[in-house]
Every structure is written in structure tokens, then in C-alpha cells.
């Protein structure tokens, strides 16, 4: 079964030319598509031939709503979503002064391991196709009636793991004839896979690019954060600096701020001294409470030494504001909760 939503417009109109089917025919499903149905019968204007002819060898991606949280301190609004195979897969939106944002999900699960995150103790199952990362931002839109204007790969799942598909996304997410997202209004996380981070480069999207670093130095990294064995801090630092200079885009780095693991001042002035010079900008989240893990967020007195002591190395830095936390907005706490309680 073709995966239609996630075809590029050449490859969708090959697809309906090559079963002989006339050309005009591909611009017609391709408008269907990106108005966002969700079956071939809402397509009205199409002949019964052709709707059957795609029923029957295609297919077009949804995520069902299968539990929604909202927050009642801000509005923050958690989805569960299933698939078509019944996969589940957490997104969230964030309702800010300059629009909505969304944190969707490009994997079923994680491979990564990180000790502070609770997608990657749930297991991994699978990547997701261009068209679930899709199905995910125009479910949440529909059902708040809203248009969702920035996007934030930073949900279950490793971006650069499923590098294809996520290219493959980005591009029909920021085509002006589908949801239209600008690459600038598009931020992409990693935890630090070097070779896909030069690979990316070379396409100079324009989006931003933000590195989950959470330490300063390789043995503290190591414990938190395995892929470090693989690609050291030095590897990585290196590689973001080489990013900037490649594509124009200062870089973002993530820093849970853990306490009495990462967040003590001789942290800080090795972030400091690690980070001076590179054109950056460091966010500060206090990790969040995860079943099964002993690690607690930084006080509010450490939060703040750490921004002082970076700021003398010139690297600025903030406090990400915490939205949610009321509803465990952050991605794998509601999957894990919900399969383990028994769908409940």
C-alpha cells in the first residue's frame, strides 16, 4: 500500500499517471490531501474509479485522538494519538503570544537511552513516516480550530534517527500549497548525532537546530546520555560550530538541570568555557519528575548562579518557562502512563 500523503507532487502525480489515469487527476487528490482528509470518499470531485483505485492501493495517514489532557494553569493542551497500526504517540501545543506551537513526535519510542527521559524507557518500536509527523500538526489543529504556526521536533523520538522521513517532512510541511510552515518557524532537536547533524547542514533549511547537551564534559554526559560514547562532547561542539558556519543559524542547546548532577557552579564554568565564542544560546529546563528515576530539578538559587556564571563567558542563557505541569507535558510520560495502566 502506497503511503500517499507522504509523496512529493512529482511522485504523487507518477502515481496517478503511471495507472493511467489522467495528469489533472494528481492536482486534484494533492489539494484533497493537503486540506487535510481523511479518507478518498471525502474526495467529491474525483470519479468513483479513481477513489477506488486509491482505497484500494493506498492509503492516507491519520492520528486518532485517544486521550487529551488540558492544562488548567496555562492552556497547554497533551495529546495521545493513535495510528493506523494503533501505535500511540504524545504531541503537544503551546499556545504563546506569538501563535501556537506544536512539540510533535517522529518516532514510536526511543533508541537513545537518555536516563532522564521517560519515551526512552518505554522501549522503541518504530519510526514514523513523513505523513504521521503531518497527520499529527493537522489532528491538533482541527480539533482547536486553530492554526498551528511554529513546530518543534523535540517530542518522542530521535529527529536524526529517522533522518529520511524527517527531511521528507519538513519539506511538504513548509510547501506553500500544504500547511505552509516556514523552515525559520521550525526547530529541530538532537541529542547529538554528529554525521546526520553535517548531513542536515548541507541542506541549509533555515530551521533552528537544537542540541540536547545536559552536560559539560564527557564523563558526566556519559552517565545521563550514552550516544556521548559514540559522538563526545568535543565531537559534537565541533560539529555545531561547523553547523553555524555552514547554514548562518546559531545553534540552541538543551540543559536539564538536574540537581546535584550537572547544575553545581564548576558545571557551569566548564559549559562556559566549552561554549565561549560559538554563536549560541542555551536553554535551562528543570527536569521533570519521571517514575522509576531519582533525578530532581535543580533549585531555583541554582538556576540562576548557573545563568550568572555563564553570562561571564558570554554565553547567554534562560530558563525555559515550564508549561504543562499539571498534565506531564513533557512527551513518553503520557504513552507510558497510558499502556501501563491498561489504556486508561
Known amino acids: 500500500m502506497t503511503d500517499i500523503k507522504s509523496l512529493y507532487y512529482p511522485e504523487l502525480e507518477k502515481f496517478i499517471v503511471d495507472n493511467n489515469f489522467p495528469k489533472f487527476r494528481a492536482k486534484q487528490v494533492w489539494s484533497w490531501l493537503n486540506k487535510g482528509v481523511r479518507s478518498f470518499g471525502e474526495m467529491t470531485n474525483l470519479p468513483k474509479n479513481l477513489i477506488d483505485f486509491l482505497a484500494s492501493?493506498?492509503?492516507?495517514?491519520?492520528?486518532?485522538?485517544?486521550?487529551?489532557?488540558?492544562?488548567?494553569?496555562?492552556?497547554?493542551?497533551?495529546?495521545?494519538?493513535?495510528?493506523?497500526?494503533?501505535?500511540?504517540?504524545?504531541?503537544?501545543?503551546?499556545?504563546?503570544?506569538?501563535?501556537?506551537?506544536?512539540?510533535v513526535s517522529t518516532q514510536v519510542g526511543c533508541k537513545m537511552g537518555c536516563t532522564f527521559c521517560a519515551t526512552g524507557k518505554s522501549g522503541f518500536s518504530r519510526s514514523l513516516t513523513a505523513s504521521e509527523i503531518l497527520a499529527q500538526i493537522e489532528s491538533a489543529g482541527r480539533d482547536l480550530n486553530v492554526r498551528i504556526s511554529n513546530i518543534?521536533?523535540?517530542?518522542?523520538?530521535?529527529p536524526l534517527d529517522n533522518f529520511d522521513n524527517v527531511i521528507r517532512f519538513l519539506k511538504l510541511v513548509s510547501n506553500e500549497d500544504g500547511l505552509n510552515i516556514g523552515m525559520r518557524h521550525i526547530t529541530l532537536s538532537t541529542c547529538g548525532i554528529v554525521p546526520k547533524i553535517y548531513e542536515l547542514a548541507e541542506y541549509k533549511f533555515g530551521l533552528t537546530l537544537s542540541v540536547s547537551l545536559h552536560a559539560p564534559d564527557n564523563e558526566t554526559r556519559n552517565k545521563t546520555m550514552p550516544v556521548n560514547k559514540t559522538y563526545p562532547v568535543e565531537t559534537l561542539i565541533k560539529a555545531c560550530k561547523d553547523y553555524f558556519d555552514k547554514t548562518g543559524r546559531r545553534v540552541s542547546f538543551e540543559y536539564a538541570m538536574i540537581d546535584k548532577v550537572n547544575d553545581s557552579d564548576s558545571c557551569a564554568e566548564k559549559l562556559g568555557r566549552l561554549l565561549k565564542g560559538l554563536n549560541c544560546h542555551v536553554n535551562l529546563i528543570p527536569v521533570n519528575?519521571?517514575?522509576?528515576?531519582?533525578?530532581?530539578?535543580?533549585?531555583?538559587?541554582?538556576?540562576?548562579?548557573?545563568?550568572?556564571?555563564?553570562n561571564k563567558y558570554s554565553v547567554t542563557a534562560t530558563v525555559r518557562r515550564t508549561l504543562g505541569s499539571d498534565i506531564d507535558a513533557s512527551c513518553g510520560q503520557l504513552k507510558r502512563n497510558y499502556t501501563q495502566e491498561g489504556g486508561k
Open 289 to 310: 519528575s519521571v517514575k522509576g528515576s531519582d533525578f530532581k530539578k535543580s533549585r531555583i538559587d541554582r538556576q540562576k548562579a548557573f545563568i550568572n556564571i555563564l
Open 152 to 158: 518543534v521536533l523535540m517530542g518522542m523520538g530521535e
Open 57 to 103: 492501493s493506498s492509503y492516507i495517514s491519520v492520528a486518532n485522538i485517544e486521550k487529551k489532557l488540558v492544562s488548567r494553569y496555562d492552556k497547554t493542551v497533551k495529546y495521545l494519538f493513535r495510528l493506523n497500526d494503533g501505535e500511540f504517540v504524545e504531541t503537544v501545543v503551546m499556545n504563546y503570544h506569538h501563535g501556537y506551537s506544536i512539540c
